[in-house]
């Protein structure tokens, strides 16, 4: 599994980067205006019907059945993933037709960015059965790493089209996923030969029967995450009814708060998911998974509460330095850290959704992540309600209503799961890192840094965050290591020296 962790991790860092580069220049571009607002409501719609059909159902359906039929017979693997591709493809591009027809008459902003974005579906779920495939053969990287010919597109817009009109950011988002699919296609037809997949091509057929048999967990699936992503759509809708500006701040905030999670998170689960599938087969008694589970449970509880104390630390360095140039101002800052900080209560608990969520699809269990979602979701609503209409918070409260149902959600999904959390592991991890991350508060504010900056002639505020932000992460990072060492905490040696995931293999 390390070789696996660490070229998803590698992939899934670059196009992160990536993304974070595009933000910048949205916010550069168009700050925290109502104009964005709108593409982010509308983009957020988009995003909901991609988790219906994209990586994540697609992933969970696809990769235990197909690991499955290739171990005995790899072409007709190949053509259950033909048939799949196919049946996505049908399936998708009538929705899209669908909804294009019920907004054609209808005009108004929102809308209008829907109509643009609904035709990305189709790359997106195409780019989600093909990033499945190629990691079923062992290619991790470029699936992990497509996101950055989008990241590219709309960073490019962002920054050398003079008008930069809000519909045409749509567009250059559409054309950005159409580049994210073809990278894909074009590495599956170099993996075959051109010739090769023309032959292949003229065999698929879409819903055939080995398809058919998937429709019960597809279904149950697609059920379990609409929940989730209709909720957050709706967090949207609420950010808005608080402050017009206010699906800007959520934006900006959860994307920061989610780099840990897909660093991190989604490179671990995506590593161990291939091969969970197939022990939960080959295992009698199920200790070897189980096991393995469970050190997967100390990587990733390491990582997320390292990443959750450093991002209540040093959060609003971070917006700062990302986002605080052009129309992105002061007060665009303070309610982007706000939302931020909020946002990052929830990292841990989402880790362990997500990791019990594969769990039980790899052992064909589709009803209980079904289950978890509603639950979820249901809190999630009701905290909405309270916090917006009710007691009139800020669009903070949004964030804060997300965190706590994900606490929630998790306590509901982990008491199913057949494996244990050392719980006085996670303790000695949460009192090094507060540990670190105060001594490294305290070390940052004795250098007088800002003060500093200003005497060598730097006095844009992002640039003294970013110098802010980088003594403050050096100094945290150091003081981790030194707790971790003084606690005899190993895991965090063995991930620095790329050794995770010696105990997952045979």
Request: contains cysteine; charged residues 15%; hydrophobic residues 55%.
């Amino acid at each position: 599994m390390i070789r696996a962790f660490t070229t998803v991790f590698q992939g899934t860092l670059l196009s992160r980067m990536s993304g974070m580069l595009r933000d910048t220049a949205l916010a550069f571009a168009f700050g925290t205006s109502a104009t964005l607002a709108a593409y982010f409501v509308a983009f957020r719609f988009a995003f909901l019907l991609r988790r219906l059909f994209g990586e994540a159902l697609v992933s969970a359906v696809f990769i235990p059945h197909f690991s499955r039929i290739k171990e005995q017979d790899p072409l007709k693997a190949e053509k259950f993933y033909g048939d799949f591709f196919m049946s996505v493809f049908v399936m998708v591009l009538s929705v899209v037709f669908a909804f294009e027809l019920a907004f054609f008459y209808c005009d108004y902003p929102i809308i209008t960015h829907m109509k643009i974005l609904l035709p990305a579906l189709v790359f997106l779920s195409l780019y989600a059965v093909n990033s499945a495939f190629l990691q079923c053969q062992g290619v991790y990287f470029l699936p992990a790493i497509a996101p950055l010919f989008c990241n590219l597109t709309v960073t490019f817009f962002c920054l050398f089209f003079q008008k930069r009109q809000a519909f045409s950011l749509s567009g250059a988002s559409l054309m950005g996923f159409g580049f994210q699919w073809l990278s894909t296609q074009l590495a599956i037809m170099y993996f075959w030969g051109f010739s090769g997949f023309c032959k292949r091509v003229v065999s698929w057929r879409p819903f055939s029967k080995v398809v058919r048999a998937l429709y019960a967990p597809f279904i149950l699936g697609t059920l379990g995450i609409s929940t989730t992503q209709i909720n957050s759509f709706l967090d949207a809708v609420f950010a808005r009814y608080i402050d017009i500006e206010g699906p800007t701040y959520l934006w900006f905030s959860i994307r920061l708060e989610q780099l840990p999670l897909a660093l991190f998170g989604l490179a671990l689960s995506t590593a161990y998911f291939p091969q969970l599938a197939k022990r939960i087969d080959q295992s009698i008694d199920g200790g070897l998974w189980r096991f393995s589970l469970e050190k997967v449970l100390k990587y990733g509880s390491l990582l997320m509460v390292f990443s959750t104390v450093g991002l209540l630390f040093f959060g609003k360095e971070a917006v700062s330095c990302l986002y605080e140039r052009g129309s992105f101002g002061e007060g665009s800052v303070d309610r982007t850290s706000f939302c931020l900080y909020a946002y990052s209560l929830g990292l841990f608990p989402a880790f362990y959704t997500f990791l019990a969520t594969s769990v039980f699809h790899a052992q064909k269990r589709y009803v209980l992540p079904l289950q978890g979602a509603a639950f979820a979701t249901a809190i999630n609503a009701v905290f909405n309600v309270f916090f917006t209409l009710v007691f009139r918070f800020s669009v903070a409260s949004v964030a804060f209503a997300t965190a706590l149902s994900q606490w929630l959600g998790a306590w509901f999904l982990w008491r199913k799961v057949p494996a244990k959390t050392d719980m006085s592991y996670v303790a000695k991890v949460v009192f090094a890192a507060l540990s670190s991350a105060f001594a490294a508060s305290l070390c940052q504010e004795g250098l007088g840094l800002p003060q500093v900056c200003q005497s060598v002639g730097i006095t844009k505020k992002w640039m003294i965050s970013a110098v802010n932000l980088g003594a403050g992460s050096m100094f945290y990072g150091i003081f981790f290591m030194i707790w971790m060492r003084a606690l005899h905490i190993k895991e965090l040696e063995q991930i620095l020296l790329r050794r995770v995931g010696d105990e997952f293999t045979n």
